[in-house]
């Protein structure tokens, strides 16, 4: 049987030994592609925080030291005559500012203070200073009956994180895939060039016998010719898995990010998982977590967001300006907040389209055609994703029986092999079943990898659909506040 198969290795390599489980954990915690999955997941970590902190309060100071001015323009004379002159200015202004968006009007408030000071200069020398201060305004800025992005951001943006935690789940999962794959690349390699090493030893010890048979005059040279061509085959096939042993090696160490000069051998997974997955289950824990059904909602979103700003971009808009405070003008500075005067400031600004060809219907019309298509092709996604589920469901309830009777199929090549080596020593069978039962041995073995390899691949390619481990019975997770 395969899981008795022990690899042979010099002494003196450097061999480092890994198992299924090994391999897996190594791709998730230290691969190149783990890594990129990862800063992936941080990039829309950082994106959802620039997102929740432009509805704080934002404290900005704007200064202005000093703006220089030298320039020739027209006066007016005490005689009401006008004039060019060259004039001498500078200004040095101030203000603090604070003000915060109203997510669910899409209006902002805001509240300043500043300070400016003005110097007029005749040629060199200073002839006055003046100073206007601000000492506090309120003000709100609110566009009336216009598209409000602020208001669709509250909605898509939350799903946009929760969309990007789940992919993070299914990237480690596609990574236990391609770990997987890697894996069983390396363990096919390494266990044909077990065989064809102990099919090579095989051959020569049958040929040596055939020779002194065929001395003897037992066999035809027929036989002993078809023996030495089976021996140089096998030292082909030794020859060859050995370069498929060094090209998949290479290809797994890379992808594991290991840079040492250790060989890798790797052990014959033993242990799987038998159960049997309820596809109710399963298709209700994937439109519970996965990235897939998050996506759907987001791209409706999107699509009811377009038509909204269609609608609201091209009709009758308006956007008003209210603003009041206290401010004061002085040529000392400390009379500059005395006594302060009010202000007040209030604007409505108007948008009214009286005539654009119908060019407002047709973006209207384009927004709502591409809303019923997401509609539409979401529709099918559900269905088809329910079906791909079913299908994967399928395939692993049938996977540990395939396994056992692969395994079971390998043990008999083996004995079948080993009896009719022993029947044609004593000359009871012809080469020629000798041969058909040493490459059944083979097949078999190399069709027990490959349920190995078809097991794992849908074990993991369920928990990336469903991001559910049915054998701890608990969706999957990570500490994310440990990857930020």
Do not use: C
């Amino acid at each position: 049987m395969i899981l008795g198969l022990n690899f042979l290795a010099n002494a003196q390599e450097n061999i480092k030994i890994l198992s299924f489980e090994d391999v897996i954990t190594i791709a998730k915690t230290q691969s190149p592609d783990g890594l990129v999955a990862k800063n992936k997941y941080l990039g829309s970590y950082w994106k959802y925080k620039s997102y929740k902190a432009s509805y704080m309060p934002m404290l900005t100071l704007d200064a202005t030291l000093p703006n220089m001015n030298r320039s020739i323009s027209k006066i007016t004379l005490s005689d009401g005559s006008e004039v060019f002159q060259e004039q001498r200015s500078a200004n040095y202004s101030m203000q603090l500012g604070l003000s915060k968006i109203i997510g669910i009007t899409g209006g902002q408030l805001f509240v300043n203070s500043g300070i400016q000071r003005l110097d007029l200069y005749n040629n060199s020398t200073m002839t006055s200073t003046s100073y206007l201060s601000t000492p506090i305004s309120v003000g709100y800025r609110q566009p009336i009956f216009n598209y409000n992005p602020y208001r669709w951001e509250r909605k898509i943006e939350p799903i946009l994180f929760d969309e990007a935690k789940q992919t993070y789940l299914e990237d480690r999962e596609q990574l236990s895939i391609k770990a997987s794959n890697l894996y069983f690349d390396l363990l096919d390699a390494q266990i044909r060039e077990s065989i064809a090493g102990i099919n090579q030893a095989n051959n020569d010890t049958l040929y040596k016998i055939a020779q002194g048979r065929y001395n003897l005059g037992k066999i035809a040279e027929n036989e002993l010719l078809q023996l030495e061509l089976s021996l140089l085959n096998s030292n082909l096939q030794v020859e060859q898995t050995r370069n498929d042993v060094e090209v998949n090696h290479f290809r797994l160490k890379s992808f594991l990010g290991m840079r040492g000069d250790e060989k890798i051998e790797l052990q014959i997974p033993t242990q799987m998982p038998n159960y049997k997955i309820d596809a109710s289950k399963a298709i209700a824990e994937a439109r519970s977590n996965s990235s897939e059904v998050k996506s759907y909602q987001r791209k409706l979103l999107e699509a009811q967001s377009s038509v909204n700003r269609a609608k609201m971009e091209n009709r009758f808009n308006a956007n008003v300006y209210a603003l009041y405070g206290l401010t004061q003008s002085a040529i000392e500075f400390a009379d500059a907040y005395k006594n302060p005067q009010d202000q007040q400031q209030l604007s409505l600004g108007l948008q009214i389209p009286i005539l654009d060809w119908g060019q407002a219907r047709a973006k209207i019309k384009m927004a709502e055609s591409n809303e019923e298509l997401i509609n539409t092709q979401v529709a099918q996604q559900k269905i088809d994703f329910d079906q791909q589920i079913l299908i994967k469901v399928m395939q692993f309830n049938m996977q540990y029986h395939q396994l056992m009777i692969a395994a079971k199929a390998d043990t008999i090549g083996e004995k079948r092999f080993a009896v009719t080596k022993a029947r044609y020593m004593i000359g009871k069978v012809d080469i020629t079943e000798l041969n058909i039962a040493m490459t059944e041995k083979d097949r078999a073995t190399q069709d027990y990898i490959a349920a190995l390899r078809s097991f794992w691949n849908t074990y993991y390619e369920i928990r990336k659909l469903t991001l559910f481990d049915f054998v701890q019975n608990k969706p999957l997770s990570v500490d994310f506040d440990n990857l930020n």
